[in-house]
């Protein structure tokens, strides 16, 4: 039975790590901080919440008092870090709150760590922290060796604070992990990234708006193979190692948003080809043998099978994304694509 710290476990992918550790660690005990940025949601913890073996604290990663005393208080064993400044758009807009939250924030929970001692530090990380690779070599795969080459603000600091892990692995021997997964997708996922804001654009039918051409190729993983892959590396991974974790599954954005306007029943001729994003990263490809090999993880849902479920859960869980709609993601989308 182990205490487990989960930042950022309002998002996305925190979230659904929650769920999975309380349906497959049902004795263990899940400590959520998060400070609920526009990004995290208490509604999607509204299940957890009810679940006696977790407790959220609405807290800053940067406050180091608020950490310290959580840390004081519920003697983690693991602490896994998914607290981030996620979004690319957004970094390229204001890159400041990246830095702090994912470097700063970073430093401040590995301070706690060495401070009140833990078996795990496990640090969440991308594989944007290796830059892109190009689309006529397909033969290339990024690798846990591929040289850290990275282009917008967000990637920076996610590459920032890998160094700052390894780093306090090396002079003060905290135990540490590092996993750097390609794109997630599935439940809860915020609709200003690609495949939710197409889902509820569509629903809506309003226009879906393609950066550049739409040949920009991603590497898409269903979120539960993520988390998976996550517990196994915090529970039986080398210490001071990284991970990379993808699923071999490269799709360009065009034919990901024809695919999900074919399983609503919409026509392609809501696409719109806007603006380019700046520095845009033309191709992730993730070659996934070491943590296949070393842990024998291999991804379990099919991108076709993902798809049409996320597809069914947004269209089941309009209770969830509408409200999140208005407010401050109106300003934003009227900022990002008003006119683009
Ligand atoms: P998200 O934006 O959906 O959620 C981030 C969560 O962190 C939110 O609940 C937010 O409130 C919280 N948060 C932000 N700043 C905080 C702070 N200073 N203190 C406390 N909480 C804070 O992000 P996500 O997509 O779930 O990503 C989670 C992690 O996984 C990130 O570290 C990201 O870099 C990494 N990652 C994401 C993907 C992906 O495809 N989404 C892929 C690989 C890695
Ligand atoms: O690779 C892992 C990364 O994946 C994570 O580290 C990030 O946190 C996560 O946000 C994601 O980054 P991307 O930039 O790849 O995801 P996003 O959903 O923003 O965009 C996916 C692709 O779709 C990208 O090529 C940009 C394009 N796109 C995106 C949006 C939001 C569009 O064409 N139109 C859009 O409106």
Redesign the pocket.
């Given at each position: 039975m182990s205490t487990i710290i989960v930042?950022?476990?309002?998002?996305?992918?925190?979230s659904n790590f929650i769920y999975y550790l309380l349906k497959n660690h049902p004795d263990d005990r899940i400590v959520c901080?998060?400070?609920?940025?526009y990004?995290?949601?208490l509604s999607t913890l509204q299940a957890a919440l009810e679940n006696t073996n977790f407790v959220f604290y609405k807290?800053?990663?940067?406050d180091r008092a608020g950490v310290d005393s959580i840390f004081e208080k519920e003697h983690p064993d693991i602490v896994v870090?998914?607290?981030?400044?996620?979004?690319v758009d957004r970094s390229i807009e204001h890159p400041e709150v990246f830095l702090q939250?994912n470097i700063l924030?970073t430093q401040v929970l590995m301070d706690a760590c060495r401070k009140y001692g833990i078996k795990r530090y496990h640090q969440?990380?991308?594989?944007e922290v290796y830059g892109d690779l190009p689309l006529d070599r397909p033969d290339l795969l990024f690798t846990e060796e591929t040289p850290i080459h990275t282009s917008s603000p967000y990637s920076a600091s996610?590459a920032a604070a890998d160094l700052l892990v390894l780093a306090y692995h090396r002079t003060y021997q905290l135990p540490v992990s590092i996993s750097r997964?390609?794109?997630?997708y599935g439940p809860y996922h915020?609709p200003e990234?690609l495949i939710p804001l197409m889902i509820v654009n569509a629903l809506h039918d309003k226009p879906l708006p393609v950066y550049g051409e739409g040949k920009n190729v991603r590497d898409w993983l269903y979120v539960e193979d993520h988390c998976r892959a996550i517990d196994l590396i915090v529970r039986n991974g080398r210490e001071g190692e990284v991970y990379n974790i993808g699923g071999h599954n490269e799709m360009a954005n065009i034919d990901i948003v024809k695919l999900i306007c074919d399983i609503l029943g919409k026509p392609h001729s809501l696409i719109r080809f806007v603006k380019d994003r700046k520095g845009h990263d033309m191709r992730y490809a993730i070659d996934p043998s070491k943590i296949h090999k070393e842990l024998g993880w291999l991804p379990e849902t099919k991108f076709a099978d993902g798809l049409q479920k996320t597809v069914q859960w947004y269209l089941t869980h309009q209770d969830w994304w509408e409200p999140i709609l208005s407010g401050e993601y109106k300003l934003y989308y009227q900022k990002m694509y008003g006119d683009r």
């Open positions: 930042t950022g476990g309002a998002g996305f992918i925190g901080i998060d400070c609920l940025t990004a995290g949601n807290t800053n990663i940067c870090n998914f607290a981030a400044e996620s979004h939250t924030g969440v990380s991308t594989d996610k997964c390609s794109n997630n915020f990234k």
